[in-house]
């Protein structure tokens, strides 16, 4: 059972093919999908509270904090990359994932089984992602999908080998990326989070209160247990 993405439909307003696989849908998510979205996440952080993961081995902490949920959450510490049903303070099972973020999946993923965990990265100003390929899963046949709310990221992408050239796009909020097909094993990353006084004025949704003023939340849903073949 592979994934594969379909037609466009009448909820998406644009499509940009960055590169083979990896698809940007600019301002997807209405203001009023937006504000839904930041509303069910402020209840997600809430049962489950963000924390900060570390480098496996070294201990060196991420500059950004995070959450999920799902049946299973990704989780970073020095024993090393996982997923897991329980967050690694409070031991409960994860909340379960936002409407909205499984109707996304659905009209865009192209994948016919539903995602298995959403890491939820809490950006503050001045916070960034290093380069970075997301390969904790069991295969890659189903994309992963990127939601953003709130302060616009400059997203940075290569290819498969760490040294290949890179390029920009800026996700702003209520954009989602798909990253799949040929692209699913890029290098990714998120340079900074643009201040708001260099981009036009906008109203974006209220984030909770758990994300820095003029920060920024992002999604990514994944499927992390391998898909049957028929």
Sequence with gaps: MACQRTSATREERAVIELAPGLIHHPGYLDAAAQDALASDLAAVLREAPPFTPVMPRTGRPFSVRMTNCGPLGWVSDRAG??????????????????????????ALAGCPAGPEA????????GTRMGLHQDR???DFAAPVLSLSLGATALFRFGGLSRSDPTRSVRLASGD??????????????????????LLAPASGPVLPEAVAAGGRLNLTLRRVSALRRA
């Design 81 to 106: 990359y996982r997923y897991q049903a329980a967050h690694p303070e409070t031991g409960r099972p994860w909340p379960a994932m936002p409407a909205a973020a499984l109707h996304a999946w659905a």
């Design 118 to 125: 959403c890491l939820v990265n809490l950006y503050a100003p």
């Design 136 to 138: 904790d899963e069991a």
């Design 176 to 197: 989602a990326l798909v990253i799949g097909g040929p692209s699913r094993l890029i290098f990714h990353g998120i340079d900074r989070i643009m201040p708001a006084d």
